[in-house]
């Protein structure tokens, strides 16, 4: 048998076939398919994860924000500015436009104004496994905030 200018036995491929030296590579290539399928799933859930903690942290300044209110249309007003800050300033992470933010006054309680900030999300970008759970309209973040006037 000859081939490009060189003899090879008619051995040759039984002795290429128990040669064991390209096994590693291919045992590598096996492992690194599964080790890097790993390494992107905990990446894709570490910003899944990034997203819900920044979706808390915005709900609750909401209601730190509408403290500070005087009136219930300030504590609303308050309250969802606050909210907007907190999205933007998460905006690599967060989609501050695909955001739905509900403020709204649930009435005078006996422990004071019920402030309710709620914060609807839905995204995709981070959906890249499908056993991953997605940041969906089902997303929902709120709170309830007690107001109380101090004097009493």
Do not use: C, W
Not at 11 to 25: I, K
Not at 144 to 149: E, H, M, P
């Amino acid at each position: 048998m000859q081939t490009a200018g060189r003899v090879f036995p008619r051995h040759g491929l039984r002795l290429f076939m128990r040669n064991g030296r390209g096994t590693v590579a291919v045992e590598f290539a096996f492992v690194l398919v599964v080790f890097l399928s790993l390494l992107f799933a905990i990446v894709a859930f570490g910003f899944q994860f990034a997203a819900r903690i920044a979706l808390s942290y915005a709900v609750a300044e909401g209601g730190r924000g509408a403290v500070a209110g005087l009136s219930s249309t300030d504590r609303q007003s308050l309250a969802r500015s606050a909210v907007a800050n907190v999205l933007t300033s998460f905006s690599p992470l967060i989609d501050p436009a695909k955001a739905t933010v509900t403020v709204s006054s649930g009435g005078t309680t006996s422990n004071g104004e019920a402030i309710q900030v709620a914060i609807s999300y839905s995204d995709n970008r981070f959906n890249i496994f499908p056993f991953l759970p997605s940041l969906n309209a089902a997303t929902s973040v709120q709170t309830i905030f007690y107001v109380a006037d101090p004097s009493g």
